[in-house]
């Protein structure tokens, strides 16, 4: 199959690793350099924001394990965690952890052989601060409208697909 005629001017997709542009969809190919650099701001972008809010020297993992170990304010085990965030490897959540606790922004609690993390009062004020950051800075600066809005989400629910077809071919990849 031929790939489409682009426009004159058009120099072509907008892609980090040409070698992988396939006739079939180079827009695959344009979204993954998209959602690299996507990635790469926002994790900048959260360990920024992070340290306004008064917690340096954080990685962005460990940022996310504290908004996940904060959210809807249920204590959370590990494997829980790992399972939401979609993370493979349980040893660099459990670094992260054991880095927050000892930053006293996340407690520990053993429950007869299960182990759950929960955010501290210091945690929930930093995580606080973050959002108000995170207003200022982003939202604001945003000027969502309701189109918008709808758009973002959109582009969330199409994210999650993509995701779970990235999860079923790494599966089918390491199959071979």
């Keep these: 199959m031929k ?3 682009r ?3 058009d120099s072509g997709p907008i892609v980090s690793s040409a070698h992988l542009v396939s006739a079939q969809s180079a827009e695959m190919s344009e979204f993954e350099f998209g959602l690299i650099v996507a990635g790469n701001a926002f994790h ?3 360990v920024h924001c992070m340290s306004a809010a008064g917690l340096k020297d954080l990685t962005p993992l460990d940022v996310v394990v504290l908004h996940h170990v904060t959210h809807r304010a249920r204590d959370k085990r590990l494997a829980d965690i790992c399972f939401i965030m979609n993370v493979e490897d349980t ?10 606790q000892n930053l006293g922004v996340v407690a ?12 501290t009062d210091v945690g929930r004020a930093y995580v606080q601060r973050y ?4 207003e200022r800075c ?3 600066a945003l000027h969502a409208d309701d189109a918008l809005n709808r758009d973002i989400g959109e582009l969330a ?3 999650r697909v993509l995701s779970g077809m990235y999860d079923q071919a790494a599966r089918s990849a390491a199959s071979l």
């Design 7 to 9: 426009p004159k001017g």
């Design 157 to 159: 629910r199409l994210l």
């Design 131 to 134: 959002r108000e950051i995170r």
């Design 91 to 100: 040893h660099l959540v459990n670094y992260a952890l054991k880095k927050l």
């Design 44 to 46: 900048r972008w959260v």
């Design 108 to 119: 520990s609690q053993k429950n007869g052989k299960e182990v759950t993390y929960a955010a």
């Design 3 to 5: 790939p489409a005629a």
């Design 138 to 140: 982003l939202i604001d």
